[in-house]
Protein backbone atom coordinates (compact mmCIF):
# COMPACT_ATOMS: atom_id res chain seq x y z
CA UNK A 1 0.00 0.00 0.00
CA UNK A 2 2.77 2.35 0.59
CA UNK A 3 4.51 1.51 -2.37
CA UNK A 4 1.27 2.49 -4.91
CA UNK A 5 0.86 5.95 -2.24
CA UNK A 6 4.41 6.66 -3.19
CA UNK A 7 3.91 5.77 -6.78
CA UNK A 8 1.01 8.26 -7.28
CA UNK A 9 2.70 10.90 -5.57
CA UNK A 10 5.73 10.61 -7.65
CA UNK A 11 3.45 10.83 -10.77
CA UNK A 12 1.66 13.25 -9.37
CA UNK A 13 4.81 15.64 -8.66
CA UNK A 14 6.43 14.78 -12.12
CA UNK A 15 3.41 15.82 -13.88
CA UNK A 16 3.43 19.06 -12.09
CA UNK A 17 6.95 20.19 -12.29
CA UNK A 18 6.71 20.38 -16.29
CA UNK A 19 5.31 23.66 -17.92
CA UNK A 20 3.95 23.88 -21.20
CA UNK A 21 3.94 26.06 -24.64
CA UNK A 22 0.95 25.83 -26.67
CA UNK A 23 1.22 27.09 -30.03
CA UNK A 24 -2.10 26.75 -31.83
CA UNK A 25 -3.47 28.58 -35.09
CA UNK A 26 -5.13 31.89 -34.24
CA UNK A 27 -5.93 33.16 -37.90
CA UNK A 28 -6.38 30.59 -40.81
CA UNK A 29 -3.97 31.22 -44.21
CA UNK A 30 -6.07 33.28 -46.27
CA UNK A 31 -5.26 34.66 -49.84
CA UNK A 32 -6.49 37.93 -51.49
CA UNK A 33 -8.58 37.21 -54.20
CA UNK A 34 -6.88 35.89 -57.51
CA UNK A 35 -8.12 37.36 -60.26
CA UNK A 36 -6.32 38.40 -64.22
CA UNK A 37 -6.25 41.61 -63.72
CA UNK A 38 -3.64 41.91 -60.68
CA UNK A 39 -0.35 42.15 -62.41
CA UNK A 40 1.68 40.67 -59.60
CA UNK A 41 3.56 37.34 -60.59
CA UNK A 42 3.08 35.80 -56.48
CA UNK A 43 -0.14 36.07 -54.62
CA UNK A 44 0.95 35.81 -50.23
CA UNK A 45 -1.45 34.71 -47.82
CA UNK A 46 -1.19 35.53 -44.21
CA UNK A 47 -2.31 33.80 -40.98
CA UNK A 48 -1.20 34.26 -37.26
CA UNK A 49 -0.07 31.64 -34.59
CA UNK A 50 -0.64 32.03 -30.76
CA UNK A 51 2.04 30.88 -28.55
CA UNK A 52 1.28 30.23 -24.72
CA UNK A 53 3.61 29.96 -22.19
CA UNK A 54 3.49 29.63 -18.59
CA UNK A 55 5.92 32.15 -16.18
CA UNK A 56 8.37 29.11 -15.58
CA UNK A 57 8.87 29.02 -19.54
CA UNK A 58 9.96 32.75 -20.06
CA UNK A 59 13.61 33.43 -21.38
CA UNK A 60 13.02 29.91 -23.43
CA UNK A 61 13.65 30.74 -27.05
CA UNK A 62 11.12 28.95 -30.06
CA UNK A 63 12.49 28.61 -33.60
CA UNK A 64 9.93 27.82 -36.30
CA UNK A 65 11.29 25.73 -39.17
CA UNK A 66 9.12 25.49 -42.14
CA UNK A 67 8.95 23.32 -45.49
CA UNK A 68 10.55 24.58 -48.52
CA UNK A 69 7.29 23.78 -50.53
CA UNK A 70 3.78 22.83 -49.78
CA UNK A 71 0.28 21.68 -50.98
CA UNK A 72 -3.20 22.68 -51.57
CA UNK A 73 -6.40 21.92 -53.26
CA UNK A 74 -9.87 22.86 -53.76
CA UNK A 75 -11.11 18.81 -54.16
CA UNK A 76 -10.70 19.40 -58.36
CA UNK A 77 -7.07 20.83 -58.68
CA UNK A 78 -3.59 20.79 -56.61
CA UNK A 79 -2.03 24.33 -56.16
CA UNK A 80 1.80 24.25 -55.06
CA UNK A 81 2.41 26.60 -52.53
CA UNK A 82 5.92 27.62 -53.01
CA UNK A 83 7.24 29.06 -50.23
CA UNK A 84 6.27 29.60 -45.86
CA UNK A 85 7.75 31.18 -43.58
CA UNK A 86 7.32 33.88 -40.78
CA UNK A 87 6.42 37.84 -41.45
CA UNK A 88 9.26 39.33 -39.38
CA UNK A 89 12.84 37.80 -39.98
CA UNK A 90 13.65 38.92 -36.39
CA UNK A 91 10.91 36.43 -35.37
CA UNK A 92 12.54 33.24 -36.46
CA UNK A 93 14.04 33.02 -33.22
CA UNK A 94 11.50 34.12 -30.54
CA UNK A 95 12.44 34.62 -27.11
CA UNK A 96 9.49 33.53 -24.66
CA UNK A 97 8.76 37.00 -22.43
CA UNK A 98 4.82 36.89 -21.90
CA UNK A 99 1.94 34.85 -21.31
CA UNK A 100 0.59 35.36 -24.98
CA UNK A 101 1.84 36.28 -28.08
CA UNK A 102 0.88 36.19 -31.83
CA UNK A 103 2.71 36.01 -34.74
CA UNK A 104 2.17 36.30 -38.34
CA UNK A 105 3.25 33.97 -40.86
CA UNK A 106 2.54 33.71 -44.69
CA UNK A 107 2.50 31.67 -47.54
CA UNK A 108 3.53 32.59 -51.08
CA UNK A 109 1.65 30.80 -54.57
CA UNK A 110 3.20 31.83 -58.18
CA UNK A 111 0.20 32.75 -60.12
CA UNK A 112 1.90 32.07 -63.29
CA UNK A 113 2.00 27.94 -62.69
CA UNK A 114 -1.17 28.24 -61.67
CA UNK A 115 -2.13 29.30 -65.02
CA UNK A 116 -0.35 27.02 -67.01
CA UNK A 117 -2.35 23.98 -65.67
CA UNK A 118 -5.84 25.44 -65.43
CA UNK A 119 -7.43 26.71 -68.52
CA UNK A 120 -11.30 26.58 -66.94
CA UNK A 121 -12.24 28.89 -64.40
CA UNK A 122 -14.61 26.47 -62.43
CA UNK A 123 -11.72 24.27 -61.50
CA UNK A 124 -9.59 27.38 -60.04
CA UNK A 125 -13.08 28.02 -57.76
CA UNK A 126 -13.39 26.91 -54.22
CA UNK A 127 -12.06 26.72 -50.89
CA UNK A 128 -8.35 25.80 -50.73
CA UNK A 129 -7.53 23.33 -48.05
CA UNK A 130 -3.87 22.76 -47.59
CA UNK A 131 -1.31 21.35 -44.57
CA UNK A 132 1.65 23.47 -43.71
CA UNK A 133 3.39 21.23 -41.50
CA UNK A 134 6.19 23.35 -38.75
CA UNK A 135 8.92 22.01 -36.74
CA UNK A 136 9.30 23.75 -33.37
CA UNK A 137 12.66 23.56 -31.87
CA UNK A 138 12.43 25.06 -27.51
CA UNK A 139 15.85 25.83 -26.40
CA UNK A 140 15.78 26.70 -22.53
CA UNK A 141 18.04 29.75 -22.02
CA UNK A 142 21.82 30.46 -20.99
CA UNK A 143 22.71 29.23 -17.95
CA UNK A 144 24.91 32.66 -16.69
CA UNK A 145 28.10 32.30 -14.75
CA UNK A 146 27.66 31.98 -10.69
CA UNK A 147 24.86 31.00 -11.21
Do not use: C, W
Not at 2 to 15: A, G, P
Not at 92 to 103: F, H, L, P, Y
Request: charged fraction near 30%; proline fraction near 2%.
Amino acid sequence: MKIIKLLIMFFTISILSYSEIEVKVFKHLTFKEINSTDMREAVVGKGVLQIEAEKEDYGKVIEFVFVEKGVMTNGKTPIQVEKFGLSDKDDEKITIDRKTRQVEFYAVVDKRKIGKKIVDANLLEGKYVGVMPIMINIYAPEQIKGE
